[in-house]
């Protein structure tokens, strides 16, 4: 009988994959907080047309983490755009099982507006209540960047265009610091000052959000318009509602 231990494969988001660049893509695997025991691994890709480009290639696993870099050569002359597919393939337990995702080829990554340096500014004693200082921020960071990131993409829009980063950091900080909060309010017990404060950010979240502008390269070609994108799908105006993409 198949096994069929419904392992989490930890995907972020969709995979970029920048032309002309070697990239390594990864996949964290793991079970009831344990990575297993992979004996074998292979990689695919299709492009957005399904065209396989790399078929069932022999890849590699540390740690539950399955890796795989595709080569510059690989994406060479293919056109950017959305509609990449990929898989790695996990032997466990002498039994095969797939873990896809969708991917995109794209001129460049966007990479977060904020760092730790953001948080303590915000709350110089954070570093202090951290228990190897302002490293340990790191992780809400990247949960945040991973929140906002995957949004985007759920509402359509191809955030790795923006050409405006800095107008992501008001959601970023402020959702970044209600997890370094509300993890301060649980390790330390009473904490009652940390939670009421995550809860008072929290509720700026919608706002910030709605807030998000940026000029987009639409043609990825470092071509930029001159509309602000937003970032909700939805715009309210006097005159009613209108959709993000009216072209």
Same mark, same amino acid.
């Given at each position: 009988?198949?096994?069929?231990?419904?392992?989490?494969?930890?995907?972020?988001?969709?995979?970029?994959?920048? *032309?002309? *660049?070697?990239?390594?893509?990864?996949?964290?695997?793991?079970?009831?907080?344990?990575? =297993?025991? #992979?004996?074998? #691994?292979?990689?695919?890709?299709?492009?957005?047309? @399904?065209?396989?480009?790399?078929?069932?290639?022999?890849?590699?696993?540390?740690?539950?983490?399955?890796?795989?870099?595709?080569?510059?050569?690989?994406?060479?002359?293919?056109?950017?755009?959305? @509609?990449?597919?990929?898989?790695?393939? !996990?032997?466990?337990?002498?039994?095969?099982?797939?873990?896809?995702?969708?991917?995109?080829?794209? &001129?460049?990554?966007?990479?977060?507006?904020?760092?730790?340096?953001?948080?303590?500014?915000?709350?110089?004693?954070?570093?202090?209540?951290?228990?190897?200082?302002?490293?340990?921020?790191?992780?809400?960071?990247?949960?945040?960047?991973?929140? &906002?990131?995957?949004?985007?993409?759920?509402? !359509?829009? =191809?955030?790795?265009?923006?050409?405006? =980063?800095?107008?992501?950091?008001?959601? &970023?900080?402020?959702? !970044?610091?209600?997890?370094?909060?509300?993890?301060?309010?649980?390790?330390?017990?009473?904490?009652?000052?940390?939670?009421?404060?995550?809860?008072?950010?929290?509720?700026? &979240? =919608?706002?910030?959000?709605? *807030?998000?502008?940026?000029?987009?390269?639409?043609?990825?070609?470092?071509?930029? @318009?001159?509309? *602000?994108?937003?970032?909700?799908?939805?715009?309210?105006?006097?005159?009613?509602?209108?959709?993000?993409?009216?072209?």
């Amino acid at each position: 009988m198949a096994d069929g231990t419904p392992y989490s494969a930890r995907w972020t988001g969709p995979v970029l994959i920048p *032309q002309g *660049q070697d990239t390594t893509i990864t996949v964290a695997v793991e079970h009831s907080g344990s990575a =297993p025991t #992979v004996s074998a #691994v292979t990689f695919s890709l299709w492009d957005s047309g @399904g065209t396989v480009l790399l078929d069932a290639v022999s890849a590699s696993e540390s740690g539950g983490t399955l890796s795989y870099t595709v080569t510059a050569a690989t994406t060479s002359g293919k056109t950017l755009g959305q @509609g990449f597919l990929l898989k790695f393939t !996990a032997t466990i337990g002498g039994d095969a099982h797939d873990f896809y995702n969708d991917a995109a080829l794209t &001129l460049a990554r966007l990479y977060p507006p904020i760092g730790t340096t953001d948080l303590t500014n915000r709350y110089s004693r954070l570093a202090a209540l951290q228990t190897t200082g302002a490293s340990d921020l790191q992780k809400f960071v990247s949960d945040a960047w991973t929140e &906002l990131s995957s949004r985007l993409y759920a509402e !359509a829009l =191809p955030f790795w265009r923006m050409r405006t =980063p800095s107008a992501l950091r008001p959601w &970023l900080t402020a959702q !970044a610091l209600v997890y370094a909060l509300d993890d301060l309010a649980l390790t330390l017990g009473d904490g009652g000052p940390y939670r009421d404060e995550a809860r008072r950010l929290e509720q700026t &979240l =919608p706002r910030l959000y709605g *807030q998000i502008r940026s000029r987009m390269d639409d043609g990825e070609d470092n071509t930029i @318009g001159e509309q *602000q994108q937003p970032a909700s799908p939805v715009l309210v105006l006097s005159s009613g509602r209108l959709g993000r993409f009216t072209r």
